[in-house]
């Protein structure tokens, strides 16, 4: 059976940092697309960020362009979202994706949550 199990939310104050992990786990992950989707309370759930199964190529949201950088380790397993430069707007539940590239995500994580206050 398939897991993603993700970590490293909480809460940061605006400007400040947090790095967000994914460990999967059930199957060989190493042809797979990793990424991470959120949901703020009364929004739709958006992308944000993914990674081939290589890790030489990246997408991310216009929102977050410059500010987070997705990466997974050589084991494939494990993939990471950096945030820096965080801001409100980037408060929600954070949820992390696997699935063969091109056939979309149907992996889904349980989420963690980000608060981005002061």
């Known amino acids: 059976q398939v897991q993603l199990v993700e970590s490293g939310g909480g809460l940061v104050q605006p400007g400040g940092s947090l790095r967000l992990s994914c460990e999967a786990s059930?199957?060989?992950?190493?042809?797979?697309?990793m990424g991470w989707f959120r949901q703020a309370p009364g929004k739709e759930r958006e992308f944000v960020s993914d990674?081939?199964?290589?890790?030489?190529?990246?997408a991310y949201a216009d929102s977050v362009k410059g500010r987070f950088t997705i990466s997974r380790t050589k084991a494939k397993n494990t993939a990471y979202l950096q945030m820096n430069s965080l801001k409100p707007e980037d408060t929600a539940v954070y949820y992390c994706?696997?699935?063969?590239?091109?056939?979309?995500?149907?992996?889904w994580g349980q989420g963690t949550q980000v608060t981005v206050s002061s």
């Open positions: 994706v696997a699935g063969e590239t091109g056939k979309g995500y149907p992996y």
């Open positions: 059930g199957r060989t992950f190493s042809n797979y697309a």
């Open positions: 990674i081939n199964w290589s890790g030489r190529t990246t």
